[in-house]
């Protein structure tokens, strides 16, 4: 039996006459549980997590990021996405990772200097061919 599944869409509503897509991400709702990263979001997003059957089961509008930062976090609470400033922290080892264009991973390792100038860290990405 397949795992569930969950589409993450992130828009940029800012460019154009209606925004650009930022990122869509199908993953399993275990893995993303109620917070996962989001690497060089832009400065404002809107995101709607859909269900398998298409249904809107999260959101979240005119997310702002107030703070510089290689990620930034998406934290669902019932049906609504909040954005939330931070950097990565040992708890966040283990934690989804969603990248510009979609493509979403598991981070393995996170490490930034004290002044925060400098950042190194790996994901791990896994695929399946579903029939």
Known sequence: MAEPTETWDLWFPGPGATGLPFA???????????????????????????????????????????????MSYLVRRGAAIT?????????????????PGGEAGILKA??????RREWRWQVEFYNQIRS
Do not use: F, M
């Open 24 to 70: 869509r991400s199908r993953v399993n709702p275990k893995d993303a549980q109620d917070r996962v990263l989001v690497h060089a979001a832009p400065q404002k997003l809107n995101v709607t997590v859909r269900d398998a059957e298409g249904s809107v089961v999260a959101r979240g509008d005119g997310l702002e990021r107030h703070q510089p930062g290689p």
């Open 83 to 99: 954005l939330e400033d931070g950097w990565p922290t040992d708890a966040d080892i283990g934690r989804l990772v969603l990248l």
């Open 110 to 115: 996170w490490w930034n200097a004290p002044d």
